[in-house]
């Protein structure tokens, strides 16, 4: 992956127009899960992730990779994620609990798509 987003932006930054992303129950983002060391990178690119709950790797932009993005959007839906919503939305700032709250771009442009169910625990 890494190799292939060289290519495409060459010698310029690598800053896509746009990132979709979801929300886990747990308030990970692309594959940022909670307390692991890929939370800590300030690497531009792409990472694997070991998760040893579920005995797999997984691979992810990293947060910096995201946070270039020209906008960054969540889309998130359904009861189960309500909590996790809230907390990362939240006054309290834990990136080691809620990953997703690394997600914060340049452009500062964040938009948050949820459902009435997801939206449920919202002040």
């Known amino acids: 992956y890494c190799v292939d987003i060289e290519e495409f932006f ?5 800053k896509f127009d746009l990132v979709l992303l ?11 899960f909670p307390h692991t060391p890929v939370l800590q990178d300030k690497t531009v690119g792409v990472k694997e ?8 790797y997984r691979i992810t932009f990293t947060a910096p990779l995201i946070n ?22 939240g006054k309290e700032q834990d990136i080691e609990q809620y990953p997703a709250q690394l997600i914060a771009p340049s452009s ?11 939206a449920k625990e919202l002040p």
């Open 22 to 32: 979801g929300l886990g129950d747990n308030a990970h983002t692309a594959s940022l």
């Open 49 to 56: 992730v070991w998760l040893p709950e579920q005995q797999v």
């Open 68 to 89: 270039q993005a020209r906008a960054v959007a969540f889309l998130v839906y359904g009861a189960g994620k309500a909590v996790a919503v809230a907390q990362v939305l």
């Open 10 to 14: 060459g010698e310029k930054k690598a």
């Open 108 to 118: 500062e442009e964040v938009e948050w798509f949820l459902d009435e169910a997801a």
